[in-house]
């Protein structure tokens, strides 16, 4: 089956604006997590979504950086008023969310940069 | 506060030899303990996980074990070959809710023809 995709592949910005960023989990997965990887560094938890909730938003650096799901699919994380450091690959996650199935499954990823 | 540590950040073996990635978790309700290969420009893919009701698991050339009481667990590939060249990471589930996965750090694995 299709497995978790995100989109753009690639976004380069300027400094200053903002930018959306989309996440489509695996079909039927109730969880759905972001995480950022700066260049050879490891990931960086942001923001788990159950359905359409965000229980813990504990890892979302700054208030400049938001996150949405809707229809308890798709998600976009919102980055305003981006900065130079904002530049990493932002990876989404899906789980089944379910006690006990805990595997999380990623997507390719979307690739910032900005200017 | 929840912390994965993972040693070495880089391991370079010759093929045919085994490698060995260790991790040490905080959290000693942790219950499930996955690994991940990234390879260069990639996304992660979950290669193996273990869960602490056993002590090891193995899936052809990759195996894993866990020490709850040490709160440690390994990755070992054996017959390394090229194609097994990328990042690994491994993880722990933070018994405080919301399914949240601990990540180390990573570690680069070469193997040399």
């Known amino acids: 089956g299709a497995g978790v995709s995100q989109s753009p592949s690639n976004k380069v910005t300027e400094k200053g604006k903002d930018v959306e960023l989309r996440c489509d989990p695996i079909?039927?997965?109730?969880?759905l997590y972001w995480y950022r990887q700066s260049l050879g560094q490891g990931l960086e938890f942001l923001i788990y979504?159950?359905?359409?909730?965000?229980?813990?938003k504990s890892g979302l650096p700054s208030d400049r950086f938001s996150a949405e799901r809707t229809g308890g699919s798709v998600s976009t994380l919102t980055i305003q008023r981006t900065q130079q450091e904002d530049s990493a690959v932002y990876l989404c996650?899906?789980?089944?969310?379910?006690?006990?199935?805990?595997?999380?499954?990623f997507g390719p990823g979307t690739r910032l940069t900005v200017t | 506060g929840e912390n994965v540590e993972q040693h070495p950040s880089t391991l370079s073996v010759q093929e045919g030899d085994s490698a060995v990635i260790k991790c040490t978790y905080s959290?000693?309700?942790?219950?499930?303990f996955p690994w991940y290969k990234q390879e260069l420009g990639k996304r992660p893919q979950l290669i193996i996980d273990?869960?602490?009701?056993?002590g090891e698991k193995k899936d052809q050339r990759i195996a894993v074990t866990l020490n709850k009481t040490a709160k440690h667990f390994s990755l070992h590939i054996t017959e390394t070959q090229p194609e097994d060249s990328a990042v690994y990471f491994c993880?722990?589930?933070?018994?405080?809710?919301?399914?949240?996965?601990?990540f180390g750090a990573g570690t680069r694995l070469a193997v040399h023809p």
């Open positions: 996650a899906s789980s089944p969310g379910f006690s006990k199935h805990y595997e999380q499954y």
């Open positions: 993880a722990a589930i933070f018994s405080g809710g919301y399914n949240k996965l601990i």
């Open positions: 959290d000693s309700a942790s219950n499930y």
């Open positions: 079909s039927g997965h109730t969880a």
């Open positions: 979504f159950q359905g359409n909730s965000a229980p813990d």
């Open positions: 273990i869960r602490s009701n056993v």
